[in-house]
């Protein structure tokens, strides 16, 4: 039996990234969207190949919701109880960002309330619901270990600590969203599982494809150590080695995939 992960946001970008790349691992996926279903389904194909051409053989299904809201969120749960019966691994992907770029002395309550709505609300209540999941499946295996040891990742970006004054909603809504990490690693570490948050830098999607020419320029004069810019697949890799179990003894981690851009440097 494959192990399963719910990836939200997977239609597309690095949430596509991810599926993919756990597909070629064997994962069986719950491919969420909010709207987008032929994004999905491409998604989906896509990982039902990239699998097979690795020498899987997996499943990729759809799920519509929209993680801000409560129903939703219980129904991506209860569809992934309902067709694998079992979740390994949640990785909280799904986010915005700002319909507009507004300095922060003129930016819109609506905005910020509906980016703190999906990108903290919706991820926070939706690992709430996979963490009691996960904590009754660990329960239900006392007496017949079989290697289960459910994750939880949670992608955020290096605008939780960097400011940027046309988009202050959004760095407020993922510093608020970096808690979420160390809150429940401390609260699931005695049951086995482990938490992690994954920290983007400047990644090749749909989002960032309208400030191409600005950070082609900055990565040009020393931006990033490493010169280029991140692809959705290199988060992906970074999801696959905590879903393998390669970081066992760590928990509440941040990895940064952000080709250095956290570094201090003279």
Known sequence: MNPVAIITGASRGIGRGIALELARVGYDLIINYAGNHPAAEQ???????????SGKAVRAELCQADISRQADRHR????????????????NNAGVAPNI?????????????????????GPYFLTQLAARWMVEQIAARENAPDGYRPKIVTVSSI????????RGDYCVSKAALAMLTPL??????????????????IIATDMTAGVKEKYDRLIGEGLTPIP?????????????AIAQDLLPFSTGEIINVDGGFHLKRL
């Open 43 to 53: 998604t989906a194909d896509q990982c039902r190949r990239a699998a097979s051409e």
């Open 101 to 121: 770029r507004a300095d922060i002395l003129e930016a819109s309550e609506e905005s910020f309330d509906r980016l703190i709505a999906i990108n903290v609300k």
């Open 159 to 166: 605008s939780a600590y960097t400011a940027s004054i046309n």
């Open 76 to 91: 991506l749960i209860d569809f992934t109880r309902q067709t694998f019966g079992r979740l390994d691994l949640l990785v």
């Open 184 to 201: 429940f690693a401390a609260r699931l570490a005695a049951h086995g599982i482990n938490v992690y948050e994954i920290r983007p830098g």
């Open 228 to 240: 280029r810019w991140g692809q959705p697949g290199d988060v992906g890799k970074a999801v696959v």
